[in-house]
């Protein structure tokens, strides 16, 4: 464990300059610095479970665009299809 000026980067250590001293962990990490990652890491992990948490949608939420994309893909061919059996049939 090392002592260290809270004010600085001084190599004089804490006790000989009489101010208040922060306690550095090692990774060079000071406790306050630990407390913000902490409640980040929390805030993160409360987010991810809202999320996996969440409703989830059911098979016509999820496919019904391409569905209706596909149904409309359809009749337009079939219209067409059509249209030229009457035309054939027309010409002879």
Do not use: C
Request: net charge positive; aromatic share 6%; hydrophobic share 50%.
């Amino acid at each position: 464990m090392i002592w260290t000026l809270s004010t600085g980067n001084s190599s004089l250590p804490a006790i000989l300059a009489g101010r208040r001293a922060q306690r550095v962990v090692r990774g060079g990490f000071t406790p306050d610095s630990l407390r913000a990652i902490m409640a980040a890491m929390e805030t993160s992990l409360d987010d991810l479970t809202r999320l996996l948490k969440a409703p989830q949608h059911g098979l016509r939420d999820r496919y019904g665009a391409f569905a209706l994309q596909l149904l409309a893909n359809v009749a337009t061919g079939l219209a067409l299809g059509v249209g030229f059996a009457i035309g054939r049939a027309i010409a002879g």
